[in-house]
């Protein structure tokens, strides 16, 4: 008979990228107030303390077992200060922590939650107008339109829809808007590659976007395409809101002179779509779902509506980065952070979505694909359901 294999400690702690985080772990009650704290700092601005319950919570997700003693996580590296062990003994001891209790509860952590889930709107702004303006909900937010003044066109289209782009998007209508890209795109140019990142590629059930990149069979040939997409996309109707973004991509620039190594922005060229999906039967939403602001704008009648609001990311990629910009845009967000700051520290090298850089050397290190990328960094390969940090 096959034993159980011996958890490895000092394996364990040696090379954090080199764990598995899945979707489905063994310590789904220690987590979730980790996870909690993580978005209750990130919605109140301390992003500094939010990272550490983000990387506990990492480290209790890639545990191969289930820990019942706190014994048990004696030595391992990941799980910060001694802050999240006191939420984890607690929830160990008594099944629930007072404190995410508490904070849960809070007023200040529920409008500032709701507020920066509008589309357009981040923790800072949402703190704004709670504190200046006393608004706590998107409610608020419609009866103080004009006095808020609010320049960001994206705020009113994240208010006008926000029914409907708080609704995840299921793996479906990820899939729907796929097929919908991927025709618009075969009908301007043929040998694109066309791929699902984010959490939808590492095995997420639901998202609250889609992900999508987009690449040609040459450097180059992919210039021009996305502003041809996106006019053949307004022309049959899929957009409601899009956003282009110019690629900012300049090797020296990006490799040289990044200031911050860690960041996840990217030069690529890009659009921020929020798409006007259609819908069959079954998907269609209930009624009173979109929230009416603009009278200039015609919206159909509730009964007529079979179609619903989707945030879509767009991203062209020339092919010479396609591996680096596939596995930076399949994340995690955390995954990746690790990864830049083990290359950086250990391999004096500087990975982002565009490419690999030898500092030594002074040269990009070129892949073909993720399985390359993982071989230049030194480390085995990681399938993108074991990415969930
Ligand atoms: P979700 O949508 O299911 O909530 O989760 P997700 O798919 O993991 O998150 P995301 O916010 O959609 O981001 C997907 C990945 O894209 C994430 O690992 C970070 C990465 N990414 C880049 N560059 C950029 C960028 O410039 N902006 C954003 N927002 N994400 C970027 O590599
Ligand atoms: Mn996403
Ligand atoms: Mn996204």
Redesign the pocket.
Known sequence: AKLPKKFEKNRFNENICERNAPLQHHNQVLVEPLLFLNEYWTVMGDERRALAYSKAAATIKCLPFTVTTLTELDDLKGLGSGHCLKVIQETLERGHCQEVIVKRDSMKFQSLKILSSVYGIGPSLALKLHSNHGVSSVQDILKLWNQLALADERIKVGVTYYADLSTPVSCTLAKKIKGIVEYELSIIKDDFRIEI???FRRG?KN???V?ILITYTTDGEEKGILSSLMKHLNHKGYILHWRLEKSSFDEEAVFTRSPDQIS???HFEKSFCVFKCPLQGNEIPETERTIRIDVNEPFPSQEQRNWRAIRV?LIMVPKSQWAYALL??????LF?RMLRHYSNAHLQKTLN?HGLWDKRENKLIPAESEEDVFKNLGLSYKDPSHRNF
């Open positions: 990142a984010g959490g997420k998202g609250h976007d992900d996840v922005m990217d990311d930076g845009w399949t994340g995690s967000k990746m979505s």
